[in-house]
């Protein structure tokens, strides 16, 4: 299974809290299709002989791209790749994007997944975050997708300053109110290039206690799994069969292809990003080449990527599969800590495979950590 990730390196304005790479100068979005076009071409023979299972455009914005500019990508994709007959087709949309005219293009196109970019409903919050789209914005959007679309997600960011139960919970009840067969919950991180991040070393910004965060997140997790939502990743909530399969791939270690600015690639043996800069992308492809820098991965930077993405998602640690790939027992790496773990009732061991309980996955990073080898 290989999967196609491309990221869309647009937006209309700078979210606060964002740290992905973007930019706001929209005169150049045509070269830059032209050269992720020239790197589909350059990068053909990346996943072998293997079926596209799903493509994910990511960014930025994609939904900022025209049916002349989606279309062309599409045509690169399938010109040089075979893409499979049921393959998950995501594109993350902004609500401000949303109308019947551009649902009918997408769908025309080949999507049949799109992920919207709700985060709040709270107008104020909205503002806090610098959001492009407004409350009302927000809902009608939902209306359309949910009407327009059989396989969609929706995001929610929590934590957002100030904390306030109420605000939260109003959130997660209006977005279960269209019952989308996906939902990703993520906590607002502060980052050092951002300007939360500029505000939070000036003292201008009042973080969420790390109480507060995990309440909130302990507020959706009761709410999403009440309303049958199975909680299989840290992050993501789905119906009965409605999982991520292109994220899900990620975590299960499957090779992918990323094109554009910024974008990361795997072949199972090796890890390569592009340049986070969209002139020098441009100008690379239109002389020929791709500007990346490739990290060969040693047996132990395998390991550790391994026990890292597995310990996020309900699947776990296949103790027979880690026997067999990285020839030592996982229960021995450091036993120590994992007794520790199964005392606490952090992890557990269920079908041989090693799983963090609901308890342990707001510890999954620090345990993580304390799991991983030299490399």
Not at 261 to 278: E, L
Request: aromatic content about 12%; hydrophobic content about 35%.
């Amino acid at each position: 299974m290989s999967g196609i990730y491309l990221h869309i390196p647009f937006c209309r304005q700078a979210c606060h809290y964002c740290d992905f790479h973007f930019s706001t100068n929209l005169k150049n979005v045509d070269q830059l299709v032209d050269a992720i076009c020239r790197e589909i071409s350059l990068r053909k023979d990346y996943t072998g002989d293997s079926k596209i299972e799903t493509i994910y455009f990511g960014g930025g914005t994609p939904s900022i791209l025209n049916e002349a500019q989606l279309t062309k990508l599409f045509s690169g994709i399938h010109k040089h790749f075979q893409v499979a007959e049921r393959a998950e087709i995501t594109l993350e949309v902004n609500p401000e994007d949303v109308n019947s005219e551009a649902i009918k293009m997408w769908k025309s196109l080949g999507v049949n997944r799109v992920s919207l970019g709700i985060q709040t409903f709270d107008e104020q919050k909205l503002n806090y975050i610098n959001r492009c789209h407004s409350s009302d914005q927000a809902l009608r959007a939902m209306e359309q997708i949910a009407s327009g679309f059989d396989n969609y997600s929706a995001d929610l960011i929590y934590a957002i300053p100030p904390a306030s139960d109420q605000s939260w919970l109003q959130d997660i009840q209006r977005l279960l109110s269209f019952d989308p067969p996906h939902i990703s919950v993520y906590g607002l991180t502060i980052e050092e290039e951002t300007v939360f991040g500029k505000w939070a070393s000036q003292g201008k910004l009042n973080e969420v206690s790390e109480s507060d965060n995990a309440h909130e997140y302990k507020m959706a997790i009761d709410q999403l799994e009440s309303a049958g939502y199975l909680h299989y990743e840290i992050s993501n909530f789905c119906k009965p069969g409605n999982f991520s399969r292109h994220n899900t791939s990620y975590w299960k270690g499957a090779k992918y292809l990323g094109v554009g600015p910024g974008a990361h690639s795997y072949d199972g043996d090796s890890r390569s990003w592009n340049v986070r800069n969209n002139p020098r992308y441009i100008r690379s492809l239109e002389e020929g080449s791709i500007a990346l820098t490739m990290e060969i991965l040693s047996l132990a930077n395998r390991q550790n990527e391994y026990v890292m993405t597995r310990l996020r998602n309900i699947w776990g640690i296949d103790l027979a599969e880690f026997q067999n790939m990285f020839k030592v027992n996982f229960l021995e790496l450091n036993k120590t800590f994992s007794d520790q773990l199964f005392t606490k009732k952090l992890a557990l061991v269920r079908e041989d495979h090693f799983h963090l309980t609901k308890e342990g996955w707001f510890l999954a990073d620090e345990i993580s950590e304390r799991l991983m080898v030299d490399a």
